[in-house]
């Protein structure tokens, strides 16, 4: 069986990634399926790297291009092109080269299965200082108490889904929270998540964006995330309050005309 998919790579600053970022995915979607198109959301590099995707979409048609005039957060550029992505599955991953592109294939394979919805990658190979892995420690005890997030990777740059998963998830972060936030929900709707290892390599070229202000961007999206949470419970409790006393009133109602 052979789905379209649509790829988005977010990419600032990738001048020196961008090109074998490109060229890899392009070698995976061919060997997967005859229709598929590549979307790169670039967020207002200060290199090469608009000018360099754009070269790539006028050599490949396959390969669509949305430019942010200045970057907004992982998050709001993911939004963006998701909400251009029209094919039956959605592949995404970050430009830097992280992952081999190859892994996708296998990502297709537990795709194919009717009880999967989601693909989530899993770093097998982890290297975190013990800042970040403290950090990572408490977000992902947050995110399975408050949310049900079972995946063991809740922030990797290594996802596939089914569209119709899209169709249902609501997204509102720009940080990198957005891909907690989307596990939150695909469990939340009752979507089932599959894992696969993925070996995560170092950053060769370019610069990480990952710093103090990222960090409390993401923290400040949680927080948001849980008010809103915590709201939609609430105001759904009351509107099955609201029902069971109709469904009170209708009946004494219906008993007193008899």
Known sequence: M????????????????????????LAMLTSLTTEF????????STDRTGAIVDE???QDERIKVLHQ????????????????????WVFYTDGDNAFEMSR?????ELLKRPDVDVVNGRRVNRNDTVARAI???????IMRLLFGV???DKAIGF???????????????DSMFISGEFLAQAYKYGYKVAEMDVHYRERTAGASTVNIRVVLAIAADLAYYTLREIGDFVFDRRLASHHRLERTLTNESDRSNK
């Open 104 to 108: 996708f294939c296998e990502a297709a």
């Open 135 to 141: 950090y990572t420690r408490v977000y992902n005890l």
């Open 150 to 152: 079972r995946a063991r």
């Open 159 to 173: 996802k596939a889904f089914k569209q119709t998963v899209l169709d249902v998830v609501e997204l509102h972060s």
């Open 2 to 25: 052979s789905c379209s998919i649509s790829m988005v790579i977010p990419v600032y600053n990738e001048e020196s990634n961008i090109r074998q970022c490109a060229a890899d995915a």
């Open 37 to 44: 198109e590549l979307i790169f959301v670039e967020s207002g």
């Open 56 to 58: 790539l979409a006028e």
């Open 69 to 88: 005039r200045v970057k907004k957060g992982l998050g709001n550029a993911l939004k963006e092109g998701y909400a251009i992505a029209r094919n039956e």
